[in-house]
């Protein structure tokens, strides 16, 4: 039998998930959410990049125009 993998779109990336997503390195996206450019959500003893937030706001920026 062949095996299956499911992906899942979930609302949080690791810094280095949202490097592959995007193609930028994770030293870039660690610049981005130091500097504010990207939000984040703390989960524990981690920092997750809110992929939810982040589309949102780029939808609402899109519609303004």
């Known amino acids: 039998m062949e095996e ?3 992906q ?3 609302p949080l990336a690791t810094k280095e998930r949202f490097s592959e997503m995007t193609g930028l390195g994770v030293e870039v996206v660690r610049g981005m ?7 984040t959500v703390k989960t524990g003893k981690y920092r997750l990049i ?3 937030l982040l589309y949102q706001d780029l939808l609402k920026e899109a519609w303004e125009k």
Do not use: F, R
């Not at 959410?33 to 939000?39: D, N, S």
């Open 4 to 6: 299956q993998s499911i």
């Open 8 to 10: 899942m779109i979930t």
């Open 33 to 39: 959410i130091e500097k504010g450019h990207l939000p």
């Open 50 to 52: 809110n992929l939810a």
